[in-house]
């Protein structure tokens, strides 16, 4: 159901997750990780985020995993970027200068294949899955980025008014999947203005390190 999901959103162009400008909480928070230049930054499903030519026109060097081909091939045409293209076993490659995209399962992304990260930036990942498959992801994802540090964006709100994604993650599910892993600091807990969809909800910040 998830893949057929996600990759529907993005042929219906339905793709409201989409941000039209560099996250905000982003440009606040991500000094908290205190990363020289260079640095690279892992994006886990990451669609055609704007987020990624901030990372890039800010110096830094930009790992991602996404499902849906699509996505990738309109961020590429965004950037101004020509990828190259090629088959890393199950999974399709596009990189260019400082860019590297993993297009597929990110269940089939091992370490080797990634590489070295400074950094994890999960702002629609941990947010987009279901209950039964979070885990699992956070699990995968610390072993395939050697525990790298986090900064971590999720969303709490009441789940029986709101049917995700994104999904509810409470202080206590976020703990559940980095506490033994990771130092866990809430860097920001606050109301969103206007809501989601329509619902309270608040948005949170954190820092694993």
Known sequence: MERDFWLSKWKENSIAFHESETNPLLLKYFKELS?????????????????ISWF???GYRVA???????????????????????????????????LDIFVGDIFDLSKEVLGPVDAIYDRAALVA???ETRLRYSAHLTQITNK????????????TKLAGPPFSISTEEVKL????TYTLENLLSQEMVGGLKGHSAKENVWKLY
């Open 56 to 58: 890039l026109s800010n």
């Open 64 to 98: 991602g995993a996404e499902l849906a081909e699509m996505a990738i091939q309109q961020l590429f045409q965004e950037l101004g970027a020509e990828p190259k293209i090629s088959q890393v076993g199950k999974l399709i490659l596009y990189s260019t200068e400082g």
């Open 148 to 159: 790298a540090p986090q900064l971590l964006i999720t969303y709490e709100y009441d789940q």
């Open 35 to 51: 990363l020289a230049k260079e640095s690279r930054i892992f994006i886990p499903l990451c669609g055609k985020t704007l987020d």
């Open 177 to 180: 999947h980095y506490k033994n």
């Open 129 to 131: 899955l279901p209950q």
